[in-house]
């Protein structure tokens, strides 16, 4: 690793973590793998009690430990403090970058035109199973198909110029990552100040994350009932169905809204033709909702499992209503 080359920016890699033996030391290999060699790994320990600083303390990193939890954006913001580069690079414990990472970031910063870029998961085989596949292609897909432009921040993988990030005073330390809002709420003040944000495909990181079915529908709701209050707090709630939410696009939006009518109606059908007819028609529109992602899935896992991807999104979506639902109550009542 070198630092202060003439011309070429100094990238500090700042990655937050907390109990993950598991993935970490993948983590920073993949960092160490990189094409681009002008950049520093910090490594923001969340007080682990498992053997996660044993694994790391294995690297010529720069580990640092907290005493006790805080949370990720509290270990974001440490790591930004003792960066040394002009460029911080955000990734989760539990993504992998891709060899040419680094180097995309370096390239497009040293062009001046964006002070944040976002970047996306990697299409992976390495999924044991068909839910983990596909919640990591939807995450993808969600990012792909929004404008370039947008006004959030993933943070799992996105870069951000230092000194924009400390104007901004960093990540909101009090929000918490199982929320699933703590890194987006720092792209809307970024964007409310009019920095400028773009995801870019080439910023790429591999997920190591798997889900089992439980897990995806608990996350959902979890997240759901959070992206409720964050939309309620920067008045995205009545655009959603329109225009989406951050990576939430409008068809997702939809298809959720039908999937409470659609079981209740599917519950009908056993005992009334009416409620049987208006099923199918519901159905259809769920299936028009979501093709074009079950077109992309198909794209890479093959058309075999489109029927059963139907099925996660319908249950995906339940979880999410709920949640939503569950969400809107906490707003309007302010609990």
Same mark, same amino acid.
């Given at each position: ?11 500090? &890699? ?45 690297? @010529? ?11 990720? *954006? %509290?270990?974001? *913001? ?10 911080? /690079? ?8 891709? =060899? ?6 370096? !390239? ?17 085989? @390495? ?14 897909? $969600? ?11 993933? +943070? ?22 199982? *929320?699933?809002?703590? @890194? #987006?709420? /720092? ?34 709701? !979890? !997240? ?8 309620? @707090? ?6 959603? =169905?329109?225009?989406?939410?951050? *990576?939430? %696009? =409008?068809?997702?939006?939809? $298809?959720?809204?039908?999937?409470? =009518?659609? #079981? ?15 099923? #199918? +028609?519901?159905?259809?529109?769920? #299936? ?34 709920? +949640? $939503?639902?569950?969400?809107? &109550?906490?707003? /309007?009542?302010? !609990?």
């Amino acid at each position: 690793m070198t630092e202060n080359i003439s011309g070429i920016p100094f990238i500090s &890699v700042v990655v937050p973590v907390y109990n993950n033996a598991a993935f970490i030391g993948k983590c920073i290999e993949g960092i160490r793998a990189s094409r681009y060699d002008n950049y520093e790994i910090i490594i923001v320990d969340d007080a682990s009690s498992d053997n996660t600083v044993e694994i790391v303390e294995k690297f @010529d990193v720069n580990l640092i430990k907290l005493k006790k939890r805080e949370s990720a *954006n %509290y270990c974001r *913001n440490i790591g930004a403090d003792e960066a040394k580069g002009d460029i911080l /690079l955000f990734v989760d414990s539990d993504v992998v970058v891709e =060899p040419e990472t680094l180097g995309e970031v370096a !390239r497009i910063f040293s062009e001046g035109k964006l002070d944040a870029i976002v970047g996306v998961y990697s299409v992976s085989d @390495d999924y044991e199973n068909l839910v983990s596949r596909y919640k990591n292609l939807w995450i993808r897909y $969600s990012y792909i198909i929004s404008d370039a432009s947008v006004d959030w921040i993933f +943070g799992a993988i996105s870069a951000i110029k230092k000194n924009v990030f400390l104007q901004v005073k960093g990540f909101n330390r009090d929000l918490h990552s199982q *929320n699933g809002t703590d @890194d #987006l709420e /720092l792209g809307k003040r970024l964007a409310s100040e009019n920095y400028a944000i773009e995801i870019n495909e080439k910023i790429e990181g591999k997920h190591l994350r798997h889900f089992t079915l439980g897990a995806l529908l608990k996350n959902d709701f !979890r !997240r759901s009932r959070w992206f409720v209050a964050l939309a309620k @707090d920067f008045n995205g709630i009545k655009k959603s =169905p329109k225009e989406g939410f951050v *990576n939430i %696009y =409008p068809k997702f939006i939809l $298809s959720t809204a039908l999937s409470i =009518p659609m #079981l209740l109606l599917l519950v009908g059908s056993f005992f009334c033709c009416e409620a049987a007819a208006a099923f #199918l +028609g519901l159905f259809l529109v769920f #299936l028009f909702l979501n093709f074009p992602f079950v077109k992309y899935f198909s794209k890479y896992y093959g058309a075999i499992y489109a029927p059963v991807i139907y099925l996660v999104i319908f249950l995906d979506n339940l979880a999410s209503a709920f +949640g $939503s639902f569950f969400g809107l &109550v906490k707003v /309007l009542f302010k !609990r």
